[in-house]
């Protein structure tokens, strides 16, 4: 089992930055994957960033060259720096890690945390 917890949310002008954190409850270093999802009202879940073991990362369109995903493995924590929020980034953002476990592929979910950024 693994515990999610974002924080760093808020409400933003548009054209600032925000900091999200994704504290897990396990070593990081032994999930396969985490990445930032986000849900805006009426609309679908979308990813946004991806960050692999190996370091690897992948951006949803809308956010390359604004958004960063980086991890720090010695607090098993996933950060998702944001600059140059625009109202369209309003969204409810979770955390998510994909863990294999005996060849089982998990998913598991933080509670989310609001980011408004106004116009």
């Known amino acids: 089992q693994v515990r999610l917890v974002e924080s760093g949310g808020g409400l933003v002008q548009t054209g600032g930055s925000l900091r999200l954190s994704c504290a897990a409850s396990?070593?990081?270093?032994?999930?396969?994957?985490m990445g930032w999802i986000r849900q805006a009202p009426g609309k679908q879940r979308e990813l946004v960033a991806r960050?692999?073991?190996?370091?690897?990362?992948n951006y949803a369109d809308s956010v390359k060259g604004r958004f960063t995903i980086s991890r720090d493995n010695d607090k098993n924590t996933v950060f998702l720096q944001m600059n140059s929020l625009k109202p369209e980034d309003t969204a409810v953002y979770y955390c998510?890690?994909?863990?294999?476990?005996?060849?089982?592929?998990?998913?598991?979910w933080g509670q989310g945390t609001q980011v408004t950024v106004s116009s």
């Open positions: 998510n890690a994909d863990l294999i476990t005996s060849g089982v592929r998990n998913y598991y």
């Open positions: 396990i070593s990081i270093s032994s999930i396969n994957a």
């Open positions: 960050i692999t073991g190996g370091g690897a990362t």
